[in-house]
């Protein structure tokens, strides 16, 4: 069965430095997105992606973050300043069509420190 | 605005049943469920996009009562393999399509 896969599946980083948190789609599908959990609570949407292009964020994702995808296959977050809060599980998530459910990946924990 | 789930947690053995519900302030067009493992990610387990719709698979279903503007999902013989936390994710809101989730219901099924 097809699967969105994320890399790393644990990132430790110090305050202040920038990450870059990788997912790959389902190759077929068209709409991207990125969501974060902080332990214990609710999944909280990002950003969703389509048409290369940011369709719509929340109000976490702010200037601090950034969101490409460079080569039609991966899909990547960016924090450029890391905060102790930015300290969450990140999960990519993709689907072919707007009525459909996601597939999410299996998640990147970030740990600032 | 963020759906309320009921109850929080649930505890069964194996072989009950139980429902989980999900309710929103405004109203409704689509509701996805999902059922999330400690510590892995969320799986889907099925979109509801009309009022009145049903769906099911295996012994676990789902209504989508567009008038009360809630949803509930339905576990049938529950399997020890149920055991997670479910989340339900309601849309459209402030114009996004993008369904916001609830904070899960716990649900532990014991031998």
């Known amino acids: 069965e097809p699967e969105v896969t994320q890399t790393p599946s644990h990132q430790v980083t110090q305050m202040g430095q920038e990450v870059i948190l990788r997912c790959v789609p389902i190759?077929?599908?068209?709409?991207f997105y990125w969501y974060r959990q902080i332990l214990g609570q609710k999944v909280e949407f990002l950003v969703s992606?389509?048409?290369?292009?940011?369709?719509?964020k929340s109000e976490i994702f702010d200037d601090q973050f950034s969101v490409e995808r460079p080569d039609g296959s991966n899909f990547t977050l960016k924090i450029r300043s890391t905060k102790l809060e930015d300290s969450a599980m990140y999960f990519c998530?993709?689907?072919?069509?707007?009525?459909?459910?996601?597939?999410f990946g299996s998640g990147t924990r970030l740990t600032v420190v | 605005q963020q759906p309320v789930q009921s109850p929080q947690a649930v505890i069964l053995r194996e072989g009950e049943d139980a429902v989980i519900n999900c309710s929103s302030s405004?109203?409704?067009?689509?509701v996805h469920w999902y059922r999330q493992k400690h510590g892995e990610a969320p799986v889907f387990l099925m979109i509801?996009?009309?009022?009145?719709e049903q769906k099911g698979h295996d012994k676990i279903s789902a209504s989508f009562n567009e008038k009360k503007q809630q949803s509930s999902l339905y576990l049938t013989a529950s399997q020890l393999s149920y055991s997670g936390t479910y989340f339900c994710?309601?849309?459209?809101?402030?114009?996004?399509?993008?369904?916001?989730f609830g904070r899960g219901t716990s649900l532990i099924v014991h031998p």
């Open positions: 998530a993709s689907r072919l069509q707007g009525s459909e459910g996601y597939t």
């Open positions: 190759s077929n599908h068209l709409y």
């Open positions: 992606f389509y048409n290369n292009e940011i369709s719509e």
């Open positions: 405004k109203a409704l067009y689509s």
């Open positions: 509801l996009l009309k009022g009145g």
């Open positions: 994710g309601t849309g459209p809101s402030g114009g996004s399509y993008i369904p916001t």
